[in-house]
């Protein structure tokens, strides 16, 4: 789980998984994701209904991420997921 940096991220990617792989327990993993403590994205963070249709919903979510993980996970446009992790980084170093 070091991996992932935090159980909320390493929930989150579970719940990426089963959602690529049509297995049913996409619901579970995500219940176990929100489960976790995190800290809410602020209201104003750029492409948060986006980031949010993904699963990333907390600053634990998005710690670690790169735009290449955005791309493929959230369903962005390169330049937005690029966006998104330079506002992160501003907010959150």
């Known amino acids: 789980m070091a991996l992932y940096g935090s159980p909320r991220r390493w929930y989150l990617r579970k719940r990426q998984n089963a959602r690529e792989l049509c297995d049913g327990f996409e619901g579970f993993w995500r219940s176990q994701q929100e489960a976790q403590p995190g800290t809410a994205l602020p209201d104003n963070f750029p492409l948060l209904s986006v980031l949010t249709a993904g699963g990333y919903t907390t600053v634990e979510d998005l710690r670690g991420a790169d735009a290449d993980e955005l791309v493929f ?18 907010q959150f170093p």
């Not at 996970?73 to 501003?90: C, G, K, P, S, Y």
């Open 73 to 90: 996970t959230a369903n962005m446009h390169r330049r937005d997921a690029q966006i998104v992790i330079d506002e992160f980084l501003h």
